[in-house]
């Protein structure tokens, strides 16, 4: 039996000197109430109170151990309410982990709003490139982007993780721009280092999914770091259009072969199961969904026509 609930019911009977009255508390037959005030006589190794046809007495060992289970009981009931507490209100710290680029470019609104709400609520938030053990690290959620592998996190996609095949003017004035794939293993390339399938570019073409193996001129491990290369004009760029988008759609970086499209991946907020989710990480995974829906404002550039583009 829970030992626990041993020492409630034997509590409850020595404060109130009824086994039927603590059956009533607890919504167990009289049977059941006398059984654990036993069972907790047995593990004790002392009898805890004299039973009369009329009465129920402490014995000494009983009164002494009623003094110390008391406080124990009430140190639980209150642990029990903290924590219920935590689950059910917004408070605590809410601790994040997040990609580089997008948490520097994109998160700061979404947690702003959140903590103008909930005013008992910090956040910790870590932002890198790898991809951390979310369960081992003690982080509440993270945001992951590409293909998400089998697991057993929950995952919500807040939008769609786009990519554009890109150059900056100044390499194209000098390079002739690439036309299909396989045109790309003669240009100098910008790959990320964490990219799922380093080095291999796939796209979407007329004639099914193409794939092209490149030879990177530099691999960097931070897309802001791989974007101001490609600004420079060291090569062409394979990058979310949440890192490029904005460049594309001043002219500072020019889209290439508009037959291709690079494959899709999504953006996800991901968390642990549980049956008991606090509060703070549902209200906040559901305030990225809303704040991420519809049509993402990096992608904005693809509606509109290419000569109205200010292309530098």
Request: aromatic share 8%; with cysteine; charged share 20%.
């Amino acid at each position: 039996m829970d030992r626990l609930m041993m020492m409630a019911v034997f509590a409850r009977v020595a404060s109130n000197g009824s086994f039927a009255e603590a059956a009533r508390h607890f919504r167990i037959s009289p049977a059941a109430a006398t059984k654990h005030v036993q069972m907790l006589e047995e593990w004790l190794g002392a009898r805890l109170l004299n039973r009369t046809t009329r009465r129920v007495n402490l014995t000494e060992a009983g009164a002494e151990f009623y003094a110390r289970c008391v406080p124990i009981l009430e140190e639980v009931n209150d642990l029990r309410h903290g924590v219920s507490s935590i689950q059910d209100q917004a408070k605590g710290t809410l601790r994040i982990n997040a990609p580089m680029t997008f948490g520097v470019t994109y998160l700061m609104p979404v947690i702003d709003s959140f903590l103008r709400d909930h005013p008992e609520v910090q956040v910790d938030l870590t932002l890198n490139e790898m991809i951390v053990d979310i369960i081992e690290e003690g982080v509440d959620l993270a945001i992951r982007i590409g293909r998400l592998k089998d697991s057993s996190l929950i995952a919500r996609r807040l939008a769609p993780c786009r990519f554009a095949l890109c150059a900056a003017p100044a390499y194209l004035a000098a390079n002739e721009a690439p036309g299909r794939p396989a045109d790309l293993a003669q240009h100098a390339c910008l790959d990320y280092a964490y990219r799922q399938s380093q080095s291999n570019w796939t796209f979407q073409g007329p004639e099914g999914e193409e794939s092209v193996r490149v030879q990177p001129r530099i691999i960097v491990n931070n897309s802001l770091m791989l974007r101001e290369a490609a600004l420079r004009g060291l090569g062409v760029i394979l990058s979310p259009t949440f890192v490029v988008g904005p460049e594309i759609a001043s002219g500072t970086l020019v889209p290439l072969m508009p037959d291709y499209t690079p494959t899709e991946a999504g953006i996800y907020a991901v968390y642990p199961q549980a049956r008991y989710l606090p509060l703070k990480v549902r209200l906040f995974v559901d305030r990225l969904v809303s704040h991420f829906a519809g049509e993402p404002a990096w992608d904005r550039w693809q509606a509109e026509p290419q000569q109205q583009r200010n292309v530098a």
